[in-house]
């Protein structure tokens, strides 16, 4: 079964700073990955998706993640993090199964933007 | 575009209640819809997926006779929690696709479900 490792629960970064998050996961065939991002009693917005082809995939707001097979891993970056980017972000992968392509989402990484 | 409305985005009611909850794809047909539970600070868990015209396919451990899922169009699917107790209250989101494979999932803003 596929399943989805956000290692960092919180990131602390200072406006202005890089960021990347983490996302790994498990899955036998090439998945379908996203990045969501949801602000505090709100819904979630698609950041970027990767289906195939080139591996670096550009986001809205300035966010970019990169696809790497053979670390089965699919971070998400930013060169300069802005104060509104504090926020949930969730990484997924959607994958065939009972429920259709359902996403299997990671358990979050919540992030803090400091002045 | 891919504009998804949930309704309403707050409700609080007394144990027993059944409350109704829709969601709608405004600009697109949604051919899969999928119903969400989140607890604080966790991660989205699904309940079950639901195809126009069709039964919903429940997740293991959801009960289907609790969580009444009706998606009757390609723009409205609605979940009703019946006899709602307050173990049911939590953040309910949905989200609609498009086509058909991987395509994104587009989500609603999510309804505060707080039962007394």
């Known amino acids: 079964a596929q399943s989805v490792t956000q290692p960092d629960i919180h990131i602390t970064v200072s406006e202005g700073a890089s960021l990347e998050l983490r996302c790994n996961y498990s899955y036998g065939a090439t998945p379908y990955l996203f990045w969501y991002v949801q602000s505090p009693g709100q819904g979630l917005q698609l950041l970027l998706k990767y289906f195939s082809g080139d591996t670096l995939v550009q986001g809205i707001k300035g966010f970019e993640a990169e696809f790497k097979r053979s670390q089965s891993s699919f971070n998400l970056r930013k060169p300069s993090v802005h104060w509104s980017d504090a926020a949930e972000y969730f990484c997924a992968v959607g994958a065939n199964s009972n429920s259709g392509y359902a996403l299997n989402f990671g358990k979050g990484t919540s992030l803090l933007v400091t002045p | 575009g891919a504009v998804v409305s949930q309704h309403p985005s707050r409700v609080i009611c007394k144990s027993g209640t059944s409350v109704k909850i829709e969601c709608r794809s405004l600009d697109f047909q949604a051919t899969t819809m999928f119903w969400y539970r989140q607890f604080p600070k966790q991660s989205l868990m699904l309940m079950a997926t639901s195809n126009e015209g069709s039964k919903a396919t429940y997740e293991q451990g959801v009960e289907k006779d609790k969580f009444l899922i009706n998606h009757a169009s390609l723009t409205l699917s609605t979940l009703t929690v019946t006899s709602a107790h307050p173990e049911d209250s939590s953040f309910y989101i949905c989200?609609?696709?498009?086509?058909?494979?991987?395509?994104?999932?587009?989500f609603g803003d999510g309804t505060r479900l707080s039962i007394l």
């Open positions: 989200s609609a696709r498009g086509g058909q494979g991987g395509q994104p999932q587009h």
